[in-house]
């Protein structure tokens, strides 16, 4: 037995897949992974899905990427990393020489760990000079912090995971929790089945947790806010406030009352198709639970009012007393297992770490003293005004790493054509994505097995992961390529580890003071704001809101309907989200023989009544037109959408089929995430299955 021990590792990591931050260890002997098992972890306690569990093959797939590709004559031939790294120093200071630093631009990925995602904005900021850093939450959850930044001053959950079992009632909002959070899902759940919990899921598809709701609501698309706001008004002309908490916590009542005089529940059942009465029910439910949770994810955010409608969620926690204790407060489920930490490390145009501004006089003197260079003065742009900058030739050069942008953002093909477009493309990834196809250069990088560094998950957990297998071939650590990268531009950059890398962001940033490895030794966590001694926040707003006056603040906020509305030439509306068994755009999950064998490929759900008046069943071949692109898909007929709603999973092994293909540009004007959910088709029956 113990010769036996002596050939099997067993190394504590953290799930490389959704926001919830499954820890635990994996088994391997040489590069095989043996097994995956969660014992200690925070978040989850034995629990993982069928990704963190299965979904592995990614890891030793014989189509990683093993060396570096530089493109020549219109092919990639295989270079090393001497000839790859000057290649892109020539380029990108050429490029910089010529159009100055903010002709270029870096994305970082959410699935890279916190010391990559700062790395990354370092080298956009200390190195090239341009403040044109961000990352992937522009697609999702930027709408969600602006609502809480706005009302209560921190973007995070207010709580922990394990505090949604406390709350007398749950709030799930354009949230498919089984499916993109299930081992969160689990916990509701428990509550509901054990405790009693009370349940309220309002979401236009009826999934798992649509069905386990004690109330399902099924508003119009894009109509969360209206509902919101009246059930705020409706509480308010009640007198259910909560006055005691109003008094002592909250500023703005009179303003934000003013903002709710349309919301009646008239108006609210003409726009939402929710009944007068069914609002009713629900205020009256908030109003004598005992805590309320509200968990929201990008059926709210990826909406033209995306910001508003997290806002409105905020309100309505506010006016009810619903922050400041365990088992009650609001839940923004982040996607990505660390699109919470990619946030946290400064990796967006206007914030360096911890959402300092990158225009606060002390913040810029902090940085000064620590890197010796000044952080850029000229405003940055964000992902998605990247893309139009590509398009007006003012942006020429970019550099990507885990981030398929030709897949995941919005308007596939327009992205696609600013790519043709870009001077130059780094593509940093672990496969040949769709989006490297693009590049001129294309680095191998390590999935999260290969990696030391920390995933900060949806409770802003912070958390170590461990490096478990040696990386495949000539791939490296993100570290260490962005690294290679800022020396060949003269950086003279000298981290050993990533734990020098954590030790500059402590010092950096308040929310992360107290963060050091030995602190997080084994299954060991800490939730921000972290202290200089090691005090961590399980829950925020113990003693108040971070504003001047210690006070959190209703917002008046503005409905924006949707820009996309079905007409006469595109008569139905499209949805799109996450499955269970893949993530995302299914670079790591259609690699996994198990899981791409329960399910292939993409498709179109469509409800029994389209399907009979269309002549449709399972498997007949449609396509899908929108304004902005075509697909082919399956059909799928399943009561889980209803009327003239289609629904298409995000993941496709197939860039043809990617839903981004029918998605427009238009976006949230608050954070430009673009607005996925507000998309109109119409539907061609091809035939043949
Ligand atoms: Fe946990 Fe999410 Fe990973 Fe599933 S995908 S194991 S719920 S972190």
């Known amino acids: 037995a113990a010769g036996r021990e002596g050939y099997i590792r067993r190394t504590k990591t953290v799930c490389t897949y959704c926001g919830v931050g499954c820890a635990f260890e994996v088994w391997t002997k040489d590069r095989h992974i043996l097994k995956i098992e969660p014992t200690h972890g925070p978040a989850n306690g034995v629990s993982t899905c069928i990704k963190g569990k299965f979904a592995w093959d990614h890891v030793g797939s014989p189509q990683r990427l093993t060396r570096p590709l530089i493109r020549e004559n219109g092919a990639f031939r295989e270079a090393d990393w001497d000839e790859a790294l000057a290649l892109i120093a020539r380029r990108l200071g050429a490029l910089r020489t010529e159009h100055g630093p903010d002709a270029l631009a870096f994305i970082t990925s959410s699935k890279c760990t916190n010391e990559e995602s700062f790395l990354m904005q370092k080298l956009a900021r200390s190195v090239i000079g341009t403040n044109n850093v961000d990352n992937c939450s522009r697609y999702c959850q930027s709408p969600a912090t602006m609502g809480l930044w706005r009302t209560v001053g921190y973007g995070g959950d207010s709580g922990s995971i394990t505090d949604l079992e406390r709350a007398g009632l749950v709030i799930g909002i354009g949230t498919n929790t089984a499916e993109s959070h299930p081992v969160l899902a689990t916990r509701v ?42 059930v705020s008004r409706y509480l308010l002309d009640q007198g259910l406030e909560n006055r005691a908490f109003l008094d002592r916590w909250v500023s703005g009542l009179d303003a934000f009352r003013a903002s709710l005089d349309a919301y009646t529940l008239e108006y609210a059942e003409a726009v939402t198709g929710l ?15 005992d805590g309320v949770c509200i968990m929201w994810a990008m059926g709210v955010t990826q909406q033209m009012s995306g910001s508003e409608t997290s806002t409105a969620i905020s309100n309505l926690l506010l006016l009810t007393g619903n922050y400041m204790r365990p088992g009650a407060g609001s839940y923004p489920l982040r996607g990505h297992n660390n699109v919470q930490g990619a946030s946290d490390m400064g990796s967006m145009p206007g914030h360096v770490t911890g959402y300092q501004r990158v225009d606060d006089p002390a913040v810029r003197a902090a940085y000064a003293a620590e890197w010796g260079t000044e952080l850029p003065t000229t405003a940055g742009l964000d992902n998605h005004q990247m893309i139009h ?51 001129d250069v294309v680095l191998p990088a390590s999935p999260s097995l290969e990696k030391d560094g920390t995933f900060t998950n949806t409770e802003r957990r912070i958390q170590r992961l461990n490096q478990a297998l040696p990386p495949l071939g000539d791939s490296r650590p993100d570290w260490q390529i962005i690294q290679g990268v800022a020396n060949a531009l003269g950086a003279g950059w000298s981290y050993a580890h990533p734990v020098e890398v954590m030790d500059e962001i402590a010092r950096l940033t308040p929310l992360y003071a107290g963060v050091t490895y030995e602190r997080l030794a084994g299954f060991a966590s800490l939730q921000w704001p972290v202290q200089p001694d090691g005090t961590d926040t399980p829950l925020l707003f113990t003693d108040g809101f971070p504003f001047p006056d210690g006070r959190a603040r209703l917002y008046p906020a503005e409905f924006i309907p949707r820009t996309e509305p079905p007409d006469a030439q595109y008569d139905l509306h499209l949805n799109n989200g996450r499955m269970l068994e893949h993530f995302h755009e299914g670079n790591m999950t259609f690699r996994t023989a198990g899981i791409t064998a329960q399910v292939p490929g993409a498709f179109v ?12 069943t399972d498997g007949t071949l449609v396509r899908l037109v929108s304004r902005h692109g075509a697909v082919k898909l399956p ?55």
């Open 189 to 230: 759940k428990r509550a509901q089945k054990l405790r009693g919990q009370k349940l309220i899921v309002a979401d236009l598809r009826e999934h798992e947790m649509a069905r386990r709701a004690d109330l399902f609501l099924r508003p119009n698309p894009g109509s969360d806010f209206v509902w919101l706001n009246a």
């Open 275 to 289: 009944s007068g009465e069914t609002l009713r029910q629900v205020a009256h439910e908030i109003a004598q639970a």
């Open 389 to 439: 900058a590509i398009h007006a030739g003012t942006l020429r050069g970019l550099y990507l790493k885990g981030e398929d942008i030709s897949l995941v953002d919005a308007n596939a093909n327009y992205v696609d054509a600013a790519l043709e477009k870009l001077d130059f493309l780094v593509v940093q990834e672990m496969f040949f994505s769709h989006t490297a196809s693009f590049a």
């Open 605 to 616: 759900e469509v409800s029994p009544d389209l399907a009979c008046e269309r002549g449709l």
């Open 635 to 689: 059909a799928l007929v399943t009561a889980r959408v209803q009327g003239q709603q289609l629904y298409v999973p995000m993941n496709s092994p197939d860039a043809a089929q990617a839903v981004n293909r029918l998605t427009g540009s238009h976006t949230d004007p608050s954070t430009h995430t673009p607005a996925y959910k507000d998309t109109a088709v119409r539907l061609e029956v091809i035939g043949g299955t």
